[in-house]
């Protein structure tokens, strides 16, 4: 089971950017995808983006099309979140995850492998 720390959080306003890091531990090879959630208070988690470590290839959710983009460094082993045009219904605890199947889906408990999570405040 690989281990994940998220970092890049924070508190910003509407319409300003982030960038948020998920450094994998070893065993990495044996993750084939990574997603990206979030959780505001008082709901379900919610999928953000996934990508296919090996191929590259992402999907996002509708609610951050065009606005947040995944990428992953395979040298540095870190997953990453570019958000930009926040909003404050973007407001959040943002979770990375990773799994061993060759399929992004967008249920949390999918995924065998979480971050502690990092709080992103958007004001308005």
């Known amino acids: 089971q690989v281990q994940l720390v998220e970092s890049g959080g924070g508190k910003v306003q509407t319409g300003d950017s982030l960038r948020l890091s998920c450094a994998v531990s070893?065993?990495?090879?044996?993750?084939?995808?990574m997603a990206w959630f979030r959780q505001a208070p008082g709901k379900e988690h919610e999928f953000v983006a996934g990508?296919?470590?090996?191929?590259?290839?992402?999907y996002y959710a509708d609610s951050v099309k065009g606005r947040f983009t995944i990428s992953r460094d395979m040298d540095k082993k870190t997953v990453f979140l570019q958000m930009d045009a926040l909003i404050p219904d973007d407001t959040a605890v943002y979770y990375c995850?990773?799994?061993?199947?060759?399929?992004?889906?967008?249920?949390?408990?999918?995924?065998?492998?979480w971050g502690q999570g990092t709080q992103v405040t958007v004001s308005s």
């Open positions: 070893e065993p990495y090879f044996t993750t084939v995808t």
């Open positions: 990508i296919f470590w090996m191929s590259g290839k992402t």
């Open positions: 995850a990773a799994r061993t199947e060759p399929t992004i889906t967008q249920r949390f408990g999918d995924y065998t492998s």
